[in-house]
């Protein structure tokens, strides 16, 4: 029986963008930067689909993804430089997700002693049992919610020596931008590497300059956002 193997293509993309806001505690505007990747996959027939045209198509698909996720406000964290708060928004959220990740993981766990409990301690008769599981699984949930929100962000100033690498003010920005210029940089990716954070080795690793959900400043048209993404797009649509 003849059969048809397909082949994939898998290209990792990360986007890179700085957000500009206005503090919601002290009122002055800082950047940070959020980055995030995805690996776009296509696939083709052998010997019809070269792999010039199948990376065409998962960087067009790419586009779709990152113009989705840059509409969206309120992305990523980063900590105001001025008065060292992180926003009201940030932390909610990532207290959020830790609380589900605490009683996720600390329930799970608490299975296992429950279960010791049910079958080794009590009889199997024993109304006990049952009971005594599902009380280790609820203390353990509850464990496990305080000790994940040790790692989530925290309201009020954060401490002296804590150091977000991740935000700057508006002159850093500026001086970013005079050195990256003169090294020759994208700036947004320079920041990010600097920062401690990553970027594919191989794959396609996308510097979106800044985006301004302040309101309060005229970027020049080559740091925008939705301009590099316009520029992106147009590249990829020209790859013949
Ligand atoms: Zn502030």
Redesign the pocket.
């Known amino acids: 029986m003849p059969a048809i193997v397909y082949k994939q293509l898998d290209l990792p993309v990360a986007w890179v963008r700085g957000i500009r806001i206005n ?6 505007p ?1 950047t940070y930067i959020v980055g995030k990747e995805k690996v776009f996959s296509t696939t083709g027939v052998p010997l019809l689909s070269n792999d010039h045209n199948m990376t065409t198509s998962a960087l067009k698909a790419s586009i779709k993804t990152i113009r989705k996720d840059c509409r969206k406000n309120k992305q990523g964290e980063g900590m ?6 992180y926003q009201n928004w940030m932390v909610a959220r990532s207290r959020r997700s830790k609380v589900i990740r605490g009683i996720f993981w600390g329930g799970l766990l608490g299975f296992i002693p429950g279960l010791i409990l049910w079958l080794g301690v009590f009889s199997e008769k024993s109304s006990l049992g049952p009971i005594s599981l599902g009380a280790m699984i609820v203390l353990c949930a509850i464990l496990g919610v305080f000790i994940a929100l040790r790692w989530g962000l925290t309201y009020g100033p954060q401490p002296e020596n804590f150091e977000d690498a991740g935000s700057m003010t508006d002159n850093a920005v500026l001086e970013l931008l005079r050195s990256s210029e003169e090294e020759e940089l994208d700036p947004i990716l320079a920041w990010h590497l600097a920062s401690g954070r990553k970027l594919y080795q191989k794959g396609i690793n996308l510097g979106l300059g800044f985006t301004d959900e302040s309101g309060t400043l005229d970027l020049p048209h080559e740091l925008r956002t939705d301009y590099i993404l316009d520029q992106f797009e147009e590249s990829v649509n020209k790859r013949k």
């Open positions: 503090c919601e505690h002290c009122q002055q800082y105001c430089p001025h008065c060292r708060n």
